[in-house]
C-alpha cells in the first residue's frame, strides 16, 4: 500500500502548492480518517485515507475543465509580475496545473477554457483541427461593402498574411455597429486585424463560442464554472458546420 506524506497527497490532490498546503496543515485544516494531523511529514495510505480540507473530502479529479467569461483588462496568462492574469481570478488552492486554452487580448472578453488537460488544449488550438472560433465586436468607421465577401474569400490582411474562409456578419445594434465573425484558425490580433483590413476598427471584442460551446450567458464577467459533461463533450465534437 502506498505511503505518502501528507503535504505531498494535498499538493497531488491539486489543493495547493506543497507550501500552501503546509500551512494549511499546520493551522490543522486537514483531517485524516475523521482526525486533525498538523504534521505536513506524517505518513498516509494515498490509496485509502481518507483526506479532508476544511471538512471537505478530496479526491484525486480526472481532469478539471472550466468556462471563464474574461473581463476586459486582464492577460491570458499564468502568472505576470505587472498585470491581473486570468489565473488570478480562480482562488490560489485551484490554480495549480491550470492553465488558459488559447489567448484573448487583454481588452477582450468572454469565453476561454481553463483546464489542466494538456491534450484538449492541443487539439482545440490545433490549427489542423479548424475548431470555430465565434466573436461579436463592436466596430467603428465604415466597413467595405463587399467585406463580407472578402471575408468569405480569404482575406489578405494588411501585411500580406491570407486568412483562411471566415464569416461575418452584422448583428442588430441600436446605434452602434455590431457585427459576427466566425473564424477557424487564431492568429495574432485576428479580429481586429480583419476588420482594420475592410475599413473599420474594432472597439470591443467578445468571444461568444468555441466549437460548440456557447458562452453561458448567466456567466458574469470575471466568473467561471466548471464545464457539465455535456459541454465537455460539445467542445470536443468535430466541427460541422462549414464556412
Ligand atoms: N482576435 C483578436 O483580435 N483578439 C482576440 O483577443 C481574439 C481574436
Request: hydrophobic share 40%; charged share 25%; glycine share 8%.
Amino acid at each position: 500500500m502506498p505511503r505518502m506524506r501528507l503535504d505531498k497527497l494535498l499538493a497531488h490532490l491539486n489543493c495547493g502548492s506543497r507550501k500552501e498546503v503546509q500551512v494549511m496543515i499546520r493551522a490543522g485544516r486537514v483531517q485524516v480518517d475523521g482526525t486533525v494531523e498538523r504534521d505536513p511529514a506524517a505518513k498516509v495510505d494515498a490509496d485509502n485515507a481518507q483526506v479532508a480540507l476544511d471538512g471537505q473530502v478530496q479526491q484525486y479529479q480526472a481532469q478539471r475543465y472550466y468556462m471563464l467569461n474574461k473581463p476586459a483588462g486582464v492577460i491570458t496568462a499564468s502568472r505576470d509580475a505587472r498585470h491581473d492574469t486570468v489565473l488570478d481570478l480562480f482562488p490560489e488552492e485551484m490554480r495549480r496545473g491550470l492553465f488558459a486554452v488559447g489567448r484573448l487580448d487583454k481588452d477582450t472578453e468572454g469565453l476561454l477554457i481553463v483546464t489542466d488537460d494538456g491534450a484538449l488544449s492541443h487539439a482545440l488550438m490545433s490549427p489542423v483541427k479548424h475548431v470555430y472560433k465565434v466573436y461579436e465586436a463592436v466596430v467603428e468607421g465604415d466597413l467595405l461593402p463587399d467585406a463580407a465577401t472578402r471575408f468569405a474569400a480569404g482575406l489578405a490582411l494588411k501585411d500580406g498574411t491570407v486568412c483562411l474562409p471566415a464569416r461575418l456578419e452584422p448583428l442588430a445594434g441600436g446605434d452602434v455597429q455590431r457585427v459576427r465573425v466566425t473564424l477557424r484558425e487564431g492568429k495574432y490580433h485576428q479580429v481586429k486585424r480583419m476588420i482594420a483590413a475592410v475599413g473599420g476598427a474594432v472597439v470591443q471584442l467578445r468571444r461568444v463560442q468555441m466549437g460548440g460551446l456557447q458562452l453561458d450567458p448567466e456567466l458574469a464577467a470575471g466568473a467561471f464554472r466548471p464545464l457539465t459533461e455535456q459541454e465537455l463533450a460539445l467542445l470536443q465534437q468535430p466541427t460541422q458546420e462549414s464556412i
